[in-house]
């Protein structure tokens, strides 16, 4: 675990209700790793996930992100860099499904042909035909919305693509479908994944590693095949079970 | 059919003034609308952040907006005076209602998670809005934009009433001189207006709708046909106004009434015809003295018809005087001590309060004075409309001077009173003496040999700086110094109001038989 991509060193975050969201968070994310993180609703994982794009500010510790310290990022530049779904795809209805794909490449003026080329190849890659490429967002099924989310989170060619509950919303066959996807994607691409899940299975088939938290900590952070051998308690070992 | 003959002929006879007031109430409306635009939209997206002030304003346009518009309109006149600027004013504040709050609701709906997903991939605030926001909420906004539109162009209607041209004049003029086609011509005018504006900004709204579809043929020509609309009501407003700029200007105002808008058309012509003034025409201006007298002093009106009666009674709230020469004479000095003022000439007619009976019953019982029908008044009903009863220079002191003793005192409205005189519920009635239905009816106007009634001498009021930069003028108003009896004005009352011709060709008319004009 040398040269972790992201960093996160005795982390504490609470927001304004004053319940501490994370509290002396520790974490070591490895390159080209593909890291779920899963707990019970309200055990921080979101917010852990924001802080990695600062899209959420912390109260102490230190975050490294890409070998820079966070504050020493311009965020702008640094989310660029990064893929970014979230829930229900996040995808813009005034834009087509090409536009979409468009968009982080138009926010950092991308020339136009570079912009189509790198669309057109990203088309190919998830098999998305010409008329696709022109529907609207709400022309499509729920699974293609969110494969298209998946694509232009991919456009700018990220080192980490973070993920919070991407398949949430999605029926069963559909949600496998696009695990075994996005497992062949991490697969080839050789890029860092992070993606929050309450998916017990969706965590330990997709995951290299999986994160477990409980309120506000991470409880355990091993490869599924260790967590499942040796749970580190009780909770662990009831809360993988279920 | 005849009916829309006359319309027909009502726009064929007055296509220059109805252009005119077309350009006029474009151009307002477009002002108008291009302000509250800027305004309101920079004022939704101001509030979007800010819920204290969000709520300040939101309470203030909201407030502003119950207020009645003639009543807004008529609040700004000590503040801005009448005319383009007033108007401007006025629409301004009723537009913004619409638009700040469509465009605040517009952005404020936008999903937080869409905005969320642009700043997640790296989009700097501006992008969010511009890029997400922005598109996300213009549907919203462009429908209250469409909106303020077509309230703006109605609404520009009543400018009129202030002396700010635009069709509205048109209805007003019409109402006034009793003229319906001409009142219907102004309306569907205003109606097809906003109706033309409505259909543009309704077919950029469906082709933004069927845009999240599929763009195709249909949905192309309908955001063509939308802002082709627009750019031809933009590129009107650009059209040169006719014959403006630098030179000299007169500005003539009159109340709204037949007869003031055919003296105010006398007045001017006479101008025009003799000397290079440019006069523009701020005719029939709502409620009148109260508000043309102070535009007077402001300096923003240069000439209007006036009557004796009223100054001296209305304006300098003095006690009646017997004598109209010596009436004039006082008022001449004070008006010019006072206000820097100038009565130019008495016009001759005397348009006051008298009484009025038919022809025929007349030259039965012999009766043309006060006096005479008096000694007689048993034989008759007399009607008078509810306020002549009740004000003490109307039936009671008139019964002070003369004995009269009528078989019965009817109370009816004002617009009744020559009905029922037709019907004969009534035999005698109280009437303007210059009444163009007094013709119409064949009514005699009787006399009032102990001068009861105070005298209300038509007179042309100018203001003296007028009078210093255009010498001019006074010769030429001088020649107008009784050159209308009261029959002479009931004639020109009679051929507007009755005959419905307009007061501009009654005007010339006049003028070209007293060879008055060049």
């Given at each position: 675990m040398n040269n972790p991509v992201i960093e996160i060193v005795n982390v504490t975050k609470s927001y304004e209700s004053a319940?501490?969201?994370?509290?002396d968070v520790s974490l070591e994310i490895p390159r080209e790793a593909f890291v779920a993180i899963i707990g019970?609703?309200?055990?921080g994982k979101t917010t852990l996930l924001r802080l990695m794009n600062g899209m959420t500010g912390i109260d102490s510790g230190r975050i490294r992100v890409m070998g820079k310290n966070l504050e020493s990022w311009d965020k702008i530049q640094l989310r660029r860099k990064m893929g970014y779904v979230i829930q229900q795809s996040g995808l813009f209805p005034h834009l087509t499904v090409r536009q979409n794909i468009a968009f982080v490449l138009r926010l950092s003026s991308v020339e136009k042909q570079a912009i189509e080329k790198r669309v057109n190849e990203l088309a190919k890659i998830m098999g998305f035909d010409e008329s696709q490429l022109n529907a609207?967002?709400?022309?499509?099924s729920g699974g293609q919305q969110q494969r298209v989310g998946v694509a232009r989170a991919l456009a700018s060619q990220p080192e980490i693509v973070l993920m919070d509950e991407p398949f949430g919303a999605l029926d069963n066959i559909t949600r496998r479908n696009l695990q075994r996807e996005i497992k062949e994607m991490h697969r080839k691409l050789k890029i860092t994944f992070v993606m929050v899940t309450h998916d017990l299975h969706e965590a330990f088939t997709l995951g290299t590693h999986v994160a477990i938290m409980n309120k506000g900590e991470i409880v355990q952070f091993d490869t599924p095949e260790n967590i499942q051998k040796e749970p580190f308690n009780d909770w662990v070992k009831e809360f993988i079970t279920i | 059919m005849s009916f829309l003959n006359d319309i027909f002929t009502t726009i064929a006879d007055r296509r220059d003034y109805l252009y005119e007031l077309l350009v006029q109430h474009i151009l307002l409306s477009l002002t108008a609308i291009i302000i509250i635009s800027v305004i309101g939209i920079s004022t939704g997206i101001a509030i979007l952040h800010d819920k204290k002030w969000r709520q300040v304003i939101l309470g203030t346009v909201n407030f502003l907006y119950t207020i009645p518009s003639i009543a807004m309109f008529g609040l700004f006149i000590p503040l801005i005076g009448i005319g383009y600027g007033n108007a401007l004013v006025v629409l301004v504040i009723y537009g913004l209602l619409p638009v700040i709050r469509n465009t605040y609701t517009g952005l404020d709906e936008v999903d937080p998670l869409l905005l969320d997903a642009a700043k997640g991939m790296g989009a700097t605030p501006w992008q969010v809005f511009s890029m997400v926001r922005w598109p996300l909420a213009f549907p919203t906004i462009l429908s209250g934009f469409r909106t303020m539109v077509v309230m703006t162009i109605a609404l520009a209607g009543l400018a009129s009433f202030i002396g700010a041209g635009g069709l509205g004049q048109a209805i007003y003029r019409g109402i006034n001189t009793n003229n319906s086609s001409l009142i219907l011509v102004g309306s569907i005018a205003v109606a097809l207006l906003a109706l033309v504006a409505d259909l543009g900004i309704g077919a950029i709204e469906n082709s933004l709708k069927t845009k999240a579809r599929k763009p195709d043929k249909k949905n192309r020509f309908l955001r063509y046909f939308g802002w082709g609309i627009l750019a031809l009501l933009f590129i009107f407003m650009l059209l040169p106004k006719s014959g403006n700029s630098s030179r000299n200007k007169l500005v003539v105002a009159t109340k709204p009434t037949a007869e003031q808008y055919i003296l105010g058309e006398i007045i001017s012509q006479l101008v025009e015809n003799n000397t290079d003034i440019q006069v523009i025409r701020k005719f029939g201006i709502g409620g009148g003295t109260s508000n043309i007298h102070p535009a007077m002093l402001k300096g923003e009106i240069d000439i209007y018809p006036e009557y004796t009666g009223t100054a001296w009674l209305f304006i300098l709230k003095e006690s009646p005087m017997k004598n109209p020469d010596s009436l004039y004479a006082a008022l001449k000095t004070t008006y010019a001590g006072q206000f820097n003022l100038e009565w130019a000439c008495r016009l001759g007619f005397n348009n006051t309060f008298t009484l009025a009976l038919p022809e025929s019953v007349a030259q039965n019982q012999h009766i043309n004075t006060f006096s005479e029908l008096a000694v007689q008044s048993n034989q008759f009903v007399f009607g008078a409309e509810f306020d002549f009863f009740e004000r003490e220079d109307g039936f009671s002191g008139l019964n002070k001077v003369y004995p009269f003793n009528f078989k019965n005192e009817v109370e009816l409205d004002i617009n009744l009173k020559f009905q029922a005189l037709e019907n004969q519920t009534v035999d005698v009635i109280n009437a303007f003496s210059t009444d163009s239905r007094i013709r119409q009816m064949n009514l005699r106007v009787l006399k009032d040999d102990k001068q009861f009634f105070p005298a209300y001498q038509a007179g042309i009021v100018v203001r003296n700086e007028s009078l210093r930069k255009y010498p001019e003028l006074k010769g030429l108003f001088e020649r107008l110094e009784n050159s209308i009896s009261d029959s002479a004005m009931l004639q020109l009352n009679y051929e507007v109001e009755i005959e419905n011709k307009s007061p501009n060709e009654v005007a010339a008319n006049f003028l070209k038989q007293r060879e008055l004009l060049k």
């Open positions: 319940k501490k969201a994370l509290n019970p609703s309200g055990c609207f967002p709400s022309e499509l | -």
